[in-house]
């Protein structure tokens, strides 16, 4: 089974094809920069906050994946980098 994410990718790459959208083009779209959304649609980054508010305002009929991502996201936290003390 596929998680949120990869449908929400999948759905976005998609989106981006019929539009015959550059990279530069669909980021600005989503209102994040051509960098963002090619190491999120890699996989080399995590879907962030900007790109799933991005998608919400741009493509609402996503909402339902954006969600399933967030709770992806709230069962699984993002790994801190470091061992950085925060007192």
Known sequence: ?????????????????????????FARKLGISKALWVMTRQGDIRVGISVLAGVVREFSELSNEVLGVLAEHRAKPRKKKGNRDNS
């Open 1 to 25: 089974m596929k998680t949120s994410t990869a449908t929400l990718l999948e759905a976005l790459v998609n989106r981006q094809r019929t539009l015959q959208l550059s990279d530069r083009a």
